[in-house]
């Protein structure tokens, strides 16, 4: 398929198609005319650079794990953690409109409550 193709089904511009060939996510082959021919599994390429792009994972982390072996258990690991710090983020939204308004001696208390469990929290990003 060509790049205006994929582009189409994707909902992805040219543009950002162009960009991840050049930076080697993204992988096609030159017509006799030169024109990109893409195979079509970068459809499912670029849904997964989308997915990790969401995760706000660098190119080059993006990178290495579509160069990592295809791992089923993985795959589904990391959706799993990212639809959970999806429901983490919406519940911080909603905490933070809660404290906008509470009175300051709530606010110290969730603060000082809140800064021993920092420590859990970075314990588990650093597993990551």
């Known amino acids: ?12 511009s040219t543009r950002t198609i162009d960009f991840y060939t050049v930076s080697g996510l993204l992988h096609s082959e030159r017509s006799d005319s030169n024109y990109r021919l893409y195979p079509a599994s970068a459809l499912q ?3 997964r650079i ?8 660098s190119i080059s982390e993006i990178q290495e794990i ?3 072996p295809e791992n089923q258990e993985t795959e589904l690991l990391v959706e799993e953690v990212y639809e959970e ?3 983490l ?3 911080i939204t909603c905490l933070e409109e809660q404290l906008k308004d509470a009175p300051n001696t709530v606010k110290t208390h969730v603060s ?7 420590a859990a929290i970075t314990a588990l990003i650093a597993l990551l």
């Open 89 to 91: 983020q919406r519940k």
């Open 50 to 57: 989308q997915l990790l792009k969401k995760q706000r994972l």
């Open 85 to 87: 710090f999806e429901c």
């Open 1 to 12: 398929m060509k790049i205006g193709e994929i582009a189409k089904m994707s909902g992805v």
């Open 45 to 47: 390429t670029l849904e």
């Open 66 to 68: 579509l160069d990592a």
């Open 112 to 118: 000082k409550t809140l800064e021993h469990q920092l």
